[in-house]
């Protein structure tokens, strides 16, 4: 996933510092298990950028996986 991320750098600003995002470890969490990826973050308060296709995509089918356990 981080892979795909790198390849296309993103210019997007942080709604509550006014800083740059840049790409760092961040911890999801979802009904009591924990998932390291690398995402755009604020450094200041540390404001996770998750994007659309991420979010309806990936984690949708975890979240999935995850309910019906």
């Known amino acids: 996933m ?3 991320i790198e390849e ?4 997007i ?10 790409l ?4 999801l969490s979802y009904l009591g298990s924990n ?11 540390g404001l996770v950028y ?3 296709e991420l979010a309806n995509g990936k984690m949708k089918k975890v979240e ?3 309910e019906d356990k």
Do not use: H, W
């Open 2 to 4: 981080s892979k795909q």
């Open 8 to 11: 296309q750098p993103l210019d």
């Open 13 to 22: 600003v942080c709604v509550t510092c006014g800083i740059k995002l840049t």
């Open 24 to 27: 760092g470890k961040v911890e």
């Open 35 to 45: 998932f390291p990826v690398e995402l755009y973050r604020c450094s200041q308060c």
């Open 50 to 52: 998750i994007p659309e």
């Open 64 to 66: 999935a996986a995850l």
